[in-house]
C-alpha cells in the first residue's frame, strides 16, 4: 500500500509519514514546498504521479487567532485545498482521510459531542474546517473525517511546548480555566491514522487521547511532570480576551471508534508524560 501523507513538516503528518514507515507501508509526504493544496493544478499532478492508495490530508492553516484577519487565506487553504484534493481522490478512486476539529461545534453545554452533532463553528478557523468537511462529504463515499483537538507532537509548535518556553523567563502565568476538552499526542494519533486507513470503515470519527481537563489542569500537569516550578493562575476565557472564540466544551465522544473496532488512544496523562520524557523532562537530576 502506499499513502501520500500532506502537511509532513507539521506535528501530525510528520508522525503519520514515520508511523507508515514503521509498519512497512510507502508514505510518500508532501507539504507546500512541493504540493501547494490551493494549487489544483500542481494537486491533480502531484497526486496522480504518486498514484497512492490514500491520502492523509493533514495539511490546514491553524493559526485560529489569526484567521480572523486572514479569512481568505485560511479558507483557501483548508476549505479550496480540501476540495482539491477531494476531487482528486475522486477521479482516481481512492480513499481520504480528512483531519478536523472540535472547532466545527458551538462548544457549549457540557456534554461530548457525538459526530453525527449538529455543527455550528464560531469562529472564522472553525467555519473553514467544517467547509472544508463539507467539501469531503460532497465529493467522496470513501472518506473519514477525523475531529481532534488541543493537539501536541515532536516536530512543531504547540501549547506543550509554549508552556515549557515561558518557565525560561517566567514564575508566574495566567491559563484559561474553562474550557474543557483533551490534549491529543500525535504519535498516538498517528497509530489511529496507520490503523484506519486499511480498512474501509469510513465515517466520522473523534479521536483524541482519553480524559478530560481545562487548559489550566493541563498546564499544572505539564510544569509538575516537567519537574518545573510554576505559579499558574486559572482566568476565564472573557478575562483572557483571545482575538477567536474558542468552544468552552471540546468534549468529543470516542464511542464510534470502539464501535468500529478501532483502539482508543491512552490517556492524555500518560501521553504527556511520555512527550516530555521524549523532550528531555523531567531533568536529569545529575545535571543539576
Excluded at 241 to 250: D, Q, T
Aim: charge should be negative; proline fraction near 3%.
Amino acid at each position: 500500500m502506499k499513502v501520500l501523507v500532506t502537511g509532513v513538516n507539521g506535528q501530525l503528518g510528520h508522525d503519520v509519514v514515520n508511523e507508515l514507515e514503521r509498519r512497512g507501508i510507502e508514505a510518500v509526504g508532501t507539504d507546500i514546498n512541493n504540493m501547494d493544496i490551493t494549487d489544483s493544478v500542481i494537486v491533480e499532478r502531484v497526486i496522480k504521479e504518486a498514484s497512492p492508495d490514500a491520502v492523509i490530508h493533514c495539511a490546514a492553516y491553524t493559526a485560529v487567532d489569526a484567521a480572523e484577519d486572514n479569512e481568505e487565506t485560511c479558507r483557501r487553504i483548508n476549505v479550496e485545498g480540501t476540495r482539491n484534493i477531494a476531487e482528486v481522490c475522486r477521479q482516481t478512486d481512492i480513499k481520504m482521510i480528512y483531519i478536523s476539529t472540535d472547532y466545527v461545534f458551538e462548544g457549549n453545554g457540557e456534554r461530548p459531542w457525538e459526530p453525527e452533532d449538529e455543527r455550528k463553528p464560531q469562529s472564522v478557523y472553525g467555519r473553514t474546517k467544517y467547509e472544508g468537511e463539507l467539501a469531503v462529504q460532497n465529493t467522496l463515499d470513501k472518506y473519514f473525517i477525523v475531529r481532534i483537538a488541543w493537539v501536541f507532537g515532536i516536530n512543531g509548535k504547540n501549547f506543550v511546548k509554549t508552556m515549557l518556553k515561558l518557565s525560561d523567563n517566567h514564575n508566574r502565568i495566567t491559563v484559561v480555566n474553562d474550557q474543557f476538552g483533551s490534549p491529543t499526542y500525535t504519535f498516538d494519533l498517528a497509530k489511529l491514522l496507520a490503523d484506519m486507513v486499511v480498512t474501509e470503515k469510513y465515517g466520522i470519527y473523534h479521536a483524541t487521547n482519553e480524559g478530560i481537563c481545562s487548559w489550566y489542569e493541563f498546564a499544572r500537569a505539564i510544569f509538575r511532570e516537567a519537574g518545573i516550578d510554576m505559579e499558574v493562575v486559572p482566568v476565564t476565557t472573557e478575562e483572557y480576551g483571545a482575538r477567536a472564540s474558542r468552544p468552552l466544551n471540546s468534549r468529543m465522544s470516542k464511542d464510534k471508534l470502539t464501535q468500529s473496532g478501532f483502539d482508543r488512544l491512552p490517556t492524555w496523562q500518560d501521553a504527556l508524560k511520555r512527550y516530555l520524557a521524549e523532550l528531555g523532562f523531567p531533568k536529569n537530576m545529575s545535571e543539576d
